[in-house]
T-cell receptor, first 114, second 112 residues
Framework: QQQVKQSPQSLIVQKGGISIINCAYENTAFDYFPWYQQFPGKGPALLIAIRPDVSEKKEGRFTISFNKSAKQFSLHIMDSQPGDSATYFCAASESKAAGNKLTFGGGTRVLVKP | DSGVTQTPKHLITATGQRVTLRCSPRSGDLSVYWYQQSLDQGLQFLIQYYNGEERAKGNILERFSAQQFPDLHSELNLSSLELGDSALYFC???????????FGPGTRLLVL
């Protein structure tokens, strides 16, 4: 059962453009939503995270938008750079459950063309 | 560098064998999580330990087991290996509570 659905599976964007990745979740008990960036051969690196009491969070060129009623959240990468080419994963967890396991989306492979 | 270390980086073994993967969490982190990443299943949670005790279990096979030692490092034991166990295995760590998890570089396991 895929509790976090991520789209698109891949996207190509020109340097300077905006990359947008969307995620939707089913479990309303989820209350923590991080995004990870993964380069080939490396472990996922935490990029930015949001909790549902906030509708938007920005860190540098990365912005998370959160829509609690729609159970959706998205990552925007502004002014995309070739160094942003990587696979991005959204994730979710519920703080009140035993443990804080992350449930991941399927990933989006982003290619930024120079 | 996340501060989480994993050894070995690569492991090649045969079906039916047993291997042990090792993880050292970031300094001060009490929780250790194990995840499996494969092409068809994506990133899947296996098991979590907190300060030496099992806290949560995910889709972990009975052939797999883990433990966390008093110095907080953790080991994931995979036995009776099958071809389908070939994957990347990641360890992550965090402080207590629902906070950010930081991933290690992973161990790439290839079962031939």
């Amino acid at each position: 059962q895929q509790q976090v659905k991520q789209s698109p599976q891949s996207l190509i964007v020109q340097k300077g453009g905006i990359s947008i990745i969307n995620c939707a979740y089913e479990n309303t008990a989820f209350d923590y939503f991080p995004w990870y960036q993964q380069f080939p051969g490396k472990g996922p690196a935490l990029l930015i995270a949001i909790r549902p009491d906030v509708s938007e969070k920005k860190e540098g060129r990365f912005t998370i938008s959160f829509n609690k009623s729609a159970k959706q959240f998205s990552l925007h990468i502004m002014d995309s750079q070739p160094g942003d080419s990587a696979t991005y994963f959204c994730a979710a967890s519920e703080s009140k459950a035993a443990g804080n396991k992350l449930t991941f989306g399927g990933g989006t492979r982003v290619l930024v063309k120079p | 560098d996340s501060g989480v270390t994993q050894t070995p980086k690569h492991l090649i073994t045969a079906t039916g064998q047993r291997v042990t993967l090792r993880c050292s969490p970031r300094s001060g982190d009490l929780s250790v999580y194990w995840y499996q990443q494969s092409l068809d299943q994506g990133l899947q949670f296996l098991i979590q330990y907190y300060n030496g005790e099992e806290r949560a279990k995910g889709n972990i096979l009975e052939r797999f087991s883990a433990q966390q030692f008093p110095d907080l490092h953790s080991e994931l034991n995979l036995s009776s290996l099958e071809l389908g166990d070939s994957a990347l295995y990641f360890c992550a760590s965090s402080v207590e509570g629902p906070t950010n998890q930081y991933f290690g570089p992973g161990t790439r396991l290839l079962v031939l």
